[in-house]
């Protein structure tokens, strides 16, 4: 039976001081409060710069045994380099993110909207990834979103991320032994609240999903207003 992974993308936002976490808690332990509530987080930060090997080892000593760190892989990668003359920066990023040891999740190689699809970008780029460590593609493009492209996914055993977004639809499936989905709001990105009905056609959908995986990653990032922390406890009650 596949284990539920559920959290949100990051834990430290401003406002959710008083709204979640206690108003007298230092922003030191706001990771290990956050760890009491939900089994994972996905580190957004490492997208826009590399955490020191000290942030990595206090995140790993601030969370507690299970706890699982997804980790959004840099945007040098895939955003400046798309996917291309990256061996580098890829291997110094692999190497970081190893610090996070029994505790690292998937590495989470979001593709710009602008980036469409090439199927042998992407199979190049997929042979350059360690095979022992868990990888999961978010396409921004439609033109991803086909049969070819999970089947190439399939081949190289890395997930495909199943998204929910305005003016994008993306299909539910798993092309490796883990699902994983991210959740950026409904009706406007980042900043709508998911209706319960919603996430308990979602939790239904994703439970059918799950007979037949290890794990399911799941992971809210409407942040604003704490939408994220409301719905990211919801539907693990929906799925328990």
Known sequence: MARYFVGTSGWYYD??????YPEKLPRAKWLEFYARH??????????????????????????????????????????IKRLKNCDEALGNFM???????????PRLYQLPPGLHRDDDLLTAFLERLPRELKHVIEFRHQSWLVEDVFDILRRYRVGFCVFDMPRLEC?????????????????SLYSSCYADEELADWAGRIAELAQNLDAVYIYFNNDIEGYALKNAEAIKKYLA
């Open 15 to 20: 406002d959710w001081k008083g709204r979640f």
């Open 95 to 105: 190497s970081r993110t190893t610090l996070l040891k029994d505790k690292l999740g």
């Open 171 to 187: 299909p539910l499936l798993a092309t490796t032994n883990f699902a994983y989905i991210r959740f950026h709001g409904r009706d």
């Open 38 to 79: 939900f089994t994972t987080v996905e580190l957004n930060n490492t997208f826009y710069r590399l955490p020191s090997e000290e942030a990595f080892t206090k995140w790993y000593d601030s969370s507690p045994p299970g706890f699982a760190f997804a980790v959004k892989v840099s945007r040098f990668i895939t955003h």
